[in-house]
């Protein structure tokens, strides 16, 4: 006999009405890790939300080399993360094509992202001393990975 518990066959299963719920991507915010409401908001650059974990995921981020930024711009509703382990070193976007894109460097996430929203990204120096500031140094500070 094995000595899992048995299941009850008369017993109605009950539904978890918070797993039912749709989910994110589907009440139109993007898919994890893209979905702003899971940072909190640091500043806003040229129109786009700089946002940040904190708490236990700041550290569990950070130690493990996943630390990064989201640049979020509201009304374009475009989600960008800057490189990390997490996008394998790479800017991530989405959506492109209803799904994520990557690109190697600044540039080349203009040139993806160019044309297809109105929101044009923060000047690429801009970029730079937000990820020096706000990943590089952070990392470096606390010890822990830098992708």
């Given at each position: 006999?094995?000595?899992?518990?048995?299941?009850a066959?008369?017993?109605?299963?009950?539904?978890?009405?918070?797993r039912?719920a749709?989910?994110?991507?589907?009440?139109?915010?993007?898919?994890?890790?893209?979905d702003p409401?899971?940072r909190?908001l640091?500043?806003?650059?040229?129109?786009?939300?700089?946002?940040?974990f904190?708490?236990?995921?700041?550290e569990?981020?950070?130690?493990?080399?996943?630390?990064?930024?989201?640049?979020w711009?509201?009304?374009?509703?475009?989600?960008?993360?800057?490189?990390?382990?997490?996008?394998?070193?790479?800017?991530e976007?989405y959506?492109?094509a209803?799904w994520?894109?990557?690109?190697?460097?600044?540039?080349?996430l203009v040139?993806?992202?160019?044309g297809?929203?109105?929101?044009?990204?923060p000047?690429?120096?801009?970029?730079l001393?937000l990820?020096r500031?706000f990943v590089?140094?952070?990392?470096?500070g606390s010890g822990?990975?830098?992708?």
């Amino acid at each position: 006999m094995s000595s899992r518990t048995q299941l009850a066959a008369d017993r109605p299963l009950r539904a978890d009405l918070a797993r039912l719920a749709a989910p994110a991507h589907e009440e139109g915010w993007p898919p994890p890790p893209h979905d702003p409401r899971e940072r909190e908001l640091a500043l806003v650059v040229e129109g786009w939300e700089v946002r940040a974990f904190g708490g236990r995921k700041f550290e569990y981020f950070v130690a493990r080399g996943f630390w990064h930024l989201q640049l979020w711009h509201p009304e374009a509703r475009v989600s960008v993360l800057t490189p990390s382990r997490l996008t394998r070193g790479l800017y991530e976007a989405y959506p492109i094509a209803n799904w994520r894109a990557q690109a190697p460097d600044y540039d080349r996430l203009v040139t993806l992202l160019g044309g297809l929203f109105a929101a044009k990204l923060p000047e690429r120096s801009a970029v730079l001393r937000l990820e020096r500031a706000f990943v590089a140094e952070v990392v470096r500070g606390s010890g822990g990975v830098l992708s």
